[in-house]
């Protein structure tokens, strides 16, 4: 049995997956937005508030606010969006997770709430200074995307969406939802839920058709092919997919180190990863090499 797919647009979905990198400052090396941008927006904020963000241990609860803006009453923008999260009722908030969940958190409304108070702050003093190119870019993909849900197979739509993720049909998954983030790029965030999966695709901003710097898909792939560890590792994937313990075994390459290349060559697009339930493989994607040559050839015309 196959799975439907859906795509959803809200700034409010940008708004919390931006504060969610702020929160696990760990992935900002993987992601295009670099290690100076923590510094360059901890700055916008009080010591109150840093040290709020430093005392979280865990931004589960963050992920249900994907599935609270999916079924938002009000999401045309944050500040719309924050005041409906904030009227919430306990009953409310409970109704909505309640049929995605195998059982709720404890306290989970008031994970809900407390997060809803961080959030109004990143919103007044992040999110709202942002340039609003960023959002028209991302409603545009939203509804390029949203014209092929009806004219595509849904996991080749997931896969051209996400440059990669193969997910396979499995026992429950009955819904994907698209949505298109900028910060998160090159990478993809999803987030499994009961018969629900969201996914939070990266999308990359038009580049400036003046400037004398290569594209940044060309220099992804140039950085990621320029390691002999991680050729080795697409030679490892390249026959057929392989698990990520199958990828440590034969690499003889320690887990971390096994981690971090395939973050590079999955960044690149050299990587696709194929999702079956709780299981992820990886193997190599041709298309990449002629994106490549493409881009090579472009940039150098």
């Known amino acids: 049995m196959s799975y439907s797919v859906q795509t959803d647009f809200s700034p409010a979905y940008e708004l919390v997956g931006s504060f ?6 760990k992935w900002i090396k993987h992601l295009d937005i670099g290690s100076d941008w923590t510094k360059r927006t901890e700055a916008k904020f009080d010591q109150a508030f840093l040290e709020a963000v430093e005392r979280i241990q865990s931004t589960q609860a963050l992920d249900y606010f994907y599935l609270l803006t999916w079924h938002a009453i009000e999401k045309s923008d944050t500040r719309k969006y924050l005041r409906w999260l904030s009227a919430l009722t306990d009953e409310e908030i409970t109704g909505l ?8 958190p404890d306290e989970l409304c008031q994970q809900v709430r407390y997060f809803t108070t ?10 709202t200074l942002l340039d609003k190119d960023m959002v028209l870019a991302l409603h545009h993909d939203y509804q390029l995307k949203s014209v092929l849900t009806s004219k595509m197979d849904p ?10 993720v193969i997910l396979e049909p499995s026992d429950g998954l009955h819904t994907v939802v698209l949505v298109p983030t ?16 969201m996914v939070h695709y990266a999308l990359d901003m038009p580049e400036a058709a003046d400037t004398e710097a290569p594209p940044i ?19 490892c994937i390249v026959s057929e ?10 690499s003889k390459l320690s887990k971390g180190t096994v981690h971090h290349h395939m973050m590079m060559l999955r960044a690149a697009g050299l990587v696709r990863i194929h999702i079956h ?5 990886f193997s190599f994607r041709t298309e990449g090499i002629s994106e490549l040559k493409g881009f090579l050839e472009y940039y150098l015309a």
């Not at 961080?118 to 999110?127: G, V």
């Not at 900028?182 to 999966?197: A, D, E, Q, S, T």
Request: net charge positive.
């Open 97 to 104: 997770l309640r049929p995605y969940l195998d059982e709720l």
């Open 182 to 197: 900028v910060h998160f790029r090159p990478l993809n965030y999803y987030m499994n839920f009961k018969g629900v999966m």
């Open 277 to 281: 339930g709780l299981q992820e493989r």
């Open 217 to 235: 898909h060309l220099t992804r792939i140039t950085r990621a092919l320029s390691d002999p560890s991680r050729l080795q590792l697409l030679r």
């Open 20 to 25: 969610i990198i702020f929160c696990k400052k």
């Open 241 to 250: 997919p392989k698990s990520f313990s199958e990828v440590v075994q034969e």
């Open 155 to 164: 996991p080749k739509l997931v896969e051209l969406a996400t440059s990669g």
């Open 118 to 127: 961080l959030l109004e702050q990143w919103n007044t003093s992040y999110y």
